[in-house]
């Protein structure tokens, strides 16, 4: 199984500021990497997949990096609704496809 | 719009069953693989179990081979999964979520329903 492993587990930045997230696999994954966001009380919502290809929809403002085993997602001049918790997955070497436990990011 | 509606959560006795619904619409299902993600209370996501747009094929997690079944009907659109012998630890919010990828079984969800709780206690 690969493991994902996200950091930091929470970040605190002030709209209006850049946050990145890290994500590392414990093998390679290729670039077949997606990152996800999620808020409070809803379902998961797709952003990023191939590592760097934003979903439909998604703002530019979202930019996906990496390859292998070493991932970023990094959120530029962060809006009041991208407050959320943010999972990588890979969905290359599955089952099981595995997320990473997940990053806040929340206001500072 | 894809639109993914889940349905048959609830309360059930450990070692009991539950089989859980998702309709859908907006897109032609047998086209694509679905899959069942869970989200225990105030946890991170976990994946539970695919199937191919036919429904041939089937992938399960450990965590839940031997007990869970995921199933469809094309004609209905509906995606099933039938959970038995449930265990304090398979309390979630389960999701059904649509495979990105046309004509196989993707792992990739582009597409998620608003989940239902399932809750197993004594």
């Known amino acids: 199984e690969v493991v994902m492993t996200q950091s930091p587990a929470t970040l605190s930045v002030s709209p209006g500021e850049s946050a990145t997230l890290s994500c590392r696999a414990s093998?390679?994954?290729?670039?077949?990497l997606a990152w996800y966001q999620q808020k409070p009380g809803q379902a998961p919502r797709l952003l990023i997949y191939?590592?760097?290809t934003r979903a439909t929809g998604i703002p530019a403002r979202f930019s996906g990096s990496g390859f292998g085993t070493e991932f970023t997602l990094t959120i530029s001049s962060l809006q009041s609704e991208d407050f959320a918790v943010y999972y990588c997955?890979?969905?290359?070497?599955?089952?099981?496809?595995?997320f990473g436990q997940g990053t806040k990011v929340e206001i500072k | 719009e894809e639109q993914l509606l889940e349905s048959g959560g609830g309360l059930v006795q450990p070692g009991g069953s539950l089989r859980l619904s998702c309709v859908v619409s907006?897109?032609?299902?047998?086209?694509?693989?679905m899959n069942w993600v869970r989200q225990a209370p105030g946890k991170g996501l976990e994946w539970v179990t695919a199937i191919s747009g036919s429904g041939a094929s089937t992938y399960y997690a450990d965590s839940v081979k031997g007990r869970f079944t995921i199933s469809r009907d094309n004609s209905k659109n509906t995606l099933y999964l039938q959970m038995n012998s449930l265990r304090a630890e398979d309390t979630a919010i389960y999701y059904c979520?649509?495979?990105?990828?046309?004509?196989?079984?993707?792992?990739?969800?582009?597409?998620w329903g608003q989940g239902t709780l399932v809750t197993v206690s004594s």
């Open positions: 907006g897109f032609t299902f047998s086209d694509y693989g």
């Open positions: 093998q390679t994954v290729s670039n077949n």
């Open positions: 997955q890979q969905y290359h070497n599955w089952p099981p496809a595995t």
């Open positions: 191939g590592a760097s």
């Open positions: 979520a649509k495979g990105k990828a046309a004509g196989g079984t993707s792992s990739l969800l582009d597409y």
